[in-house]
């Protein structure tokens, strides 16, 4: 691989949770906000909008942000976790969630740049 190739990985990993409360997701993407700068966030519904969401959706940069360790809350239940990116960015998002929540991988699907990556969370 050139030197050229390398700059262009992409550090981007998109997030989606799922089957879980929302004070979960947020407690998920409060700990990655703390590692990585957030890029983008899909806004809760609001009240009376219809049907509760039942996936949030984050962007986060892995290649920004404070890098600084939280101590990760407690979780109610089971979280699902879709994590999208390139290779690097998706394999470092997961040692980050590792730390916190015990992970359990369901599936792996690797593309020619990116991959997908599905997790189940829960507490420690």
């Known amino acids: 691989m050139s030197d050229v190739y390398d700059l262009h990985i992409d550090t981007d990993v998109t997030v989606q949770l799922s089957d879980c409360r929302q004070e979960d997701a947020r407690a998920v993407f409060e700990v990655l906000d703390h590692y990585y700068r957030l890029e983008d966030v899909e806004p809760p519904p609001t009240e009376g909008a219809g049907p509760a969401a039942t996936v949030?959706?984050?962007?986060?940069?892995?290649?920004?942000?404070?890098?600084?360790?939280?101590?990760?809350?407690?979780?109610?239940?089971?979280?699902?976790?879709?994590?999208?990116?390139?290779?690097?960015?998706?394999?470092?998002?997961?040692?980050?969630?590792?730390t916190g929540f015990d992970i359990e991988s369901l599936q792996a699907v690797s593309g020619d740049q990116e991959t997908e990556a599905r997790l189940l969370l829960a507490s420690r």
Do not use: N
């Open 56 to 98: 949030w959706m984050a962007t986060f940069d892995t290649a920004a942000g404070q890098r600084e360790e939280v101590r990760p809350p407690r979780l109610t239940g089971k979280v699902g976790a879709l994590l999208t990116g390139g290779y690097h960015a998706v394999a470092e998002v997961e040692k980050v969630l590792a």
